[in-house]
Nanobody, 124 residues
Framework: QVLLAESGGGLVQSGGSLRLSCAAS????????VGWFRQAPGKEREFVAT????????YYSDSVKGRYAISRDNAKNTVYLQMNSLKPEDTAVYYC?????????????????WGQGTQVTVSS
C-alpha cells in the first residue's frame, strides 16, 4: 500500500505561482508513476500532469503545458508540481495519485492510490 500526502495549496492571485508537494510512504518500491489530477466544483476530476518514477518521463495536459512543471525527488519519495502563471480556471482541489502497474498514465482509472487533496484557489 502507498500512502500519499499533498501539501502546498492555498490562495493566490491570478498570474501568481504555487508549488504543490506529494509525499509518498509505505510501498514506494512499487511506484511506477505519480500524477496530479484536479477537480473543480461541479466538474469531473481531470488529468494535469504525471511523471514516471524511475525514468522521469513527464506528460502534461494541454491546459497546463508550458505553465506547470512536474518533478520528483526519489530520495525523498516526493513529487512536486510547480504551477506558474496561474489563472482563475486553475482553481480546484488538486490530488496526487500513484500508479503501481504500467498502464495508460493519462487515465484516472490507471492510478491505484490517491491522496486527500489540497485546495488551490486563484483569484482574479
Amino acid at each position: 500500500q502507498v500512502l500519499l500526502a499533498e501539501s502546498g495549496g492555498g490562495l493566490v492571485q491570478s498570474g501568481g505561482s504555487l508549488r504543490l508537494s506529494c509525499a509518498a510512504s509505505g510501498g514506494t518500491r512499487s511506484l511506477y508513476a505519480v500524477g496530479w489530477f484536479r477537480q473543480a466544483p461541479g466538474k469531473e476530476r481531470e488529468f494535469v500532469a504525471t511523471i514516471s518514477w524511475s525514468v522521469g518521463n513527464t506528460y502534461y495536459s494541454d491546459s497546463v503545458k508550458g505553465r506547470y512543471a512536474i518533478s520528483r525527488d526519489n530520495a525523498k519519495n516526493t513529487v512536486y508540481l510547480q504551477m506558474n502563471s496561474l489563472k482563475p480556471e486553475d482553481t480546484a482541489v488538486y490530488y496526487c495519485a500513484a500508479e503501481t502497474v504500467p498502464r495508460n498514465l493519462l487515465l484516472l482509472a490507471s492510478y491505484d492510490y490517491w491522496g486527500q487533496g489540497t485546495q488551490v484557489t486563484v483569484s482574479s
